[in-house]
């Protein structure tokens, strides 16, 4: 009797410990499946607002330009974040010129920098009867290296301006000149930009911009490595497992950008709710985001070395947009450095040449919820110009 209790025993545990094996099996492996299939459906639907333009090297980038005319505003978005960021703006300023809104490389609909590049060769054999043109496509890792030393680092501001100028000068062919906007990051890519290709802007303007000094404070740098980017790695991390989208399923999370039905946007395709979904769940976006912010003390670095090597251009000008407080989450000596690297931007780089403006508004996406407050004077510039080249 005590052995058929035991067997019996023995039994109910082993039954048990595999139906809990296939219940974990099932977490670990189902859930990352129906993401990953998820993801591959709604890519091609939720891009339809755009195209995405061939750039070189094997990569596409996504753009989306509305209106015409010069000049031609280019919006760039905030660190890690894709371009859904401005739609509200570029649809109130599309009936007065070009708008292009862009995803930079690796974000939102926009591919991840190669990993190869193929390069093809033509040598042109001649002879006396015929000519042969005989193709060679090489892939090395000495070619990745030399392409990577001409380009810049990836993820950083050098090979985000370079992309940049391909994408809207060379596959799209905007009407120069270009009005600059860029919020934090985007705001280093203008001025890098602007750097470069000084005859191809008339006007910077630089929303809450980061400014390349502000990791030479310790604490700074240490909150941005030790709390935001291991934020960052835990939700990639998530996305990956496929958690996310049943956070997004259940509403048991947030979405960053999320569209009011009672906002006039008139292009049924943009979709930014569920493409906002989609990128929560898309580990690879996400990946992208945290090289953005992991290369930070480079792309400083690489804004430094280009303002020491040539002076600011004299043609362009220069409007600086700050919230009345930068982050009201954040401990108010963080507040206070940030102030200080803008006050810095101001009075020391830019000589107090740059207007200065404030926004009445701490929402620190307020270029999207309230895209009135740029509306006005982005117009204004746009006036301005077309008054000088007779335009108007």
Partial sequence: MVVISVRSLSKTCVQTVWKLGQLLLFIIIVPPLINYASLKREAPLLAQHGLPYDIGYGQKLFLRCRGKGAPTVILDAPTGMNSDVWIPLQEKLKAKTTVCIYDRAGLGMSDSPPSKTIKERKILILNSETETTARFTIESDETDAKISKHRGMDHTVEKMS???????????QQPKPFVLVGSDLGAIVARFYTQMYEFDVSHLFLIDPLVETLFDNQQWKEHWYDRIIPRLHAMQLSAAIGVNRMLVLTHMIDIPLTLRTSDEIEDDNININHRQKHLLCNAAHISSAIREHFHMNETFSQMKLAWRMKTFPSNVSVT?????????????DLNKIWDDSQEYLRTQLFRNQAQHRIVDTTDKYFVFHKPDLLETLIKDVINKWREQKGLA
Wanted: charged share 30%; glycine share 0%; aromatic share 4%.
């Fill in 162 to 172: 370079e992309d940049l100028n391909r994408l809207i000068t060379a596959t799209s």
């Fill in 320 to 332: 600086i947009i700050n919230r009345r407080q930068y982050d009201k989450s954040l401990p108010n």
